[in-house]
């Protein structure tokens, strides 16, 4: 990872990493871009910085979860002939990943995806994390709606859930909305003005699950550790995928639990009060339609993936003797 990368400090809060490297990477601007060239220089040097590493630390595997360090240190590992293997977390590969899946031994996916050579669908290690966690908790006496809108808030929900806090009011649906810490800060005077006993307003939450826990339902986007968590928890959830995403992931990652009727999913574009509280009326109230989302989410989800994942890295350690 990079210094300025939100996984150094779970890394560093950690006892599990035998030792850490970091490297100055950042990704490939969208747009035709002079930045791209550093971008580019960055990377052949990172990949010169990995091989260095590799064969000081005696490394036999590498696994690679996306992104542009990810890529550097999987090219790294192919030009040492070292065994590889990459994991997707979303319905549709990244471009970092796109970049090396014709150079891994494995491709480890969260969903299915055609027309990929050499993957397994494993599911997502987060699921498994959860569940482990939470599961002799009883996950269906959930009293309140929970909103959250992603790491950075999500504006339109934000404004379509406060709009309708009267009317959830008289429905006798208590709320949580989790705004995002900037439009919290942003909006804090006029967030700080809401009256309502049925309406609790924060910024943000560093454990989720928490809060998920108790969630009778969950207005959210799809993003892919969200949606990992809410399929651990077997919550009933309407999803409104992040338009503003690369490849339309979020869409893609909702499609998959539409298909098998585990979520509702809404477009933001077609967003408006009425449907969106019209769905949570019935998502809310309907315990037979309730039911039947559980279920299938019971039956579908990869609840076993982390060992999954770490079978097909035991795979690849017998492979090389």
Do not use: W
């Not at 590969?93 to 014709?102: M, Y």
């Not at 969260?110 to 494993?122: E, G, K």
């Not at 574009?269 to 009425?274: A, C, D, R, V």
């Amino acid at each position: 990872g990079t210094k300025k990368g939100l996984e150094r400090k779970y890394i560093e809060d950690s006892s599990l990493f035998h030792k850490t490297y970091y490297f100055d990477s950042e990704g490939l601007k969208r747009k035709l871009s002079i930045k791209n060239l550093v971008v580019i220089y960055k990377h052949f040097r990172n990949i010169k910085k990995a091989k260095r590493i590799f064969k000081k630390e005696g490394i036999d595997i590498v696994v690679g979860m996306g992104g542009f360090i990810s890529a550097s240190t999987i090219i790294a590992a192919h030009k040492l002939k070292l065994k590889t293997l990459i994991h997707e977390q979303n319905a549709c590969l990244g471009l970092a990943n796109k970049v090396v899946k014709n150079k891994v031994n494995r491709v480890l996916l969260s969903y299915p995806i055609t027309n990929l050579d050499n993957s397994v669908v494993v599911g997502n290690p987060r699921i498994s994390e959860v569940y482990e966690k939470y599961k002799h908790e009883n996950l269906n006496l959930g009293n309140y709606l929970l909103v959250v809108g992603g790491s950075r808030g999500a504006k339109k929900i934000n404004e379509l859930i406060i709009s309708l806090k009267d009317k959830l009011a008289k429905e006798n649906i208590n709320c949580i909305l989790i705004t995002g810490s900037k439009y919290y800060e942003e909006n804090k005077e006029s967030l700080n003005k809401i009256k309502s006993k049925k309406m609790e307003i924060i910024p943000f939450s560093n454990d989720l699950p928490k809060l998920l826990i108790n969630a009778k339902l969950v207005i959210s986007r799809a993003g892919a550790t969200t949606l990992s968590e809410l399929m651990a928890l077997k919550k009933v959830s309407i999803l409104i995928p992040s338009p503003n995403v690369t490849s339309d992931h979020q869409t893609k990652n909702a499609m998959h639990l539409v298909k098998i009727n585990g979520a509702v999913m809404l477009k933001e574009k077609e967003l408006i009060g009425e449907n969106l509280f019209s769905e949570v009326k019935r998502l809310y109230f309907d315990n037979k339609l309730r039911s039947r989302i559980i279920n299938n989410l019971s039956f579908n989800v990869r609840f076993d993936a982390k060992d999954l994942f770490i079978e097909e890295i035991e795979k690849l350690i017998k492979s090389r003797k």
